[in-house]
Nanobody, 126 residues
Framework: QVQLVESGGGLVQAGGSLRLSCAGS????????MGWFRQAPGKEREFVAG????????SYADSVKGRFTISRDNTKNMMILQMNSLKPEDTAVYYC???????????????????WGQGTQVTVSS
């Protein structure tokens, strides 16, 4: 059974940093693109950052470019989102996701991701 578990969310002041982790189990995640999405109350789930199966290719939403960094450690089935210079508008539930099909470079939309974590709350106070 494929499972993704996020951790690292919490409450932080504007300008602060958080580091989100996503631990995968149940298959060889090193063969699959992965990504981070977020959903604020009353809004649709939106793409935050994505990373290809090898880790060489990444993509970011314009709203987080220069502030967030996505990375992965395929030896540990782990994906990281380092979030710096956080803003109140970054407040949301953050989800990690894994692609359904292997060996894609980067995926930036919801549909191709067949596996999702339960989400972790990030709250940025002003």
């Amino acid at each position: 059974q494929v499972q993704l578990v996020e951790s690292g969310g919490g409450l932080v002041q504007a300008g602060g940093s958080l580091r989100l982790s996503c631990a995968g189990s149940g298959r060889t995640f090193s063969n699959y693109a992965m990504g981070w999405f977020r959903q604020a109350p009353g809004k649709e789930r939106e793409f935050v950052a994505g990373i290809g199966w090898s880790g060489e290719n990444t993509s970011y939403a314009d709203s987080v470019k220069g502030r967030f960094t996505i990375s992965r450690d395929n030896t540990k089935n782990m994906m990281i989102l380092q979030m710096n210079s956080l803003k109140p508008e970054d407040t949301a539930v953050y989800y990690c996701a894994a692609d359904t099909f292997p060996f894609r470079v980067v995926v930036t939309t919801v549909a191709p991701f067949g596996y999702w974590g339960q989400g972790t709350q990030v709250t940025v106070s002003s």
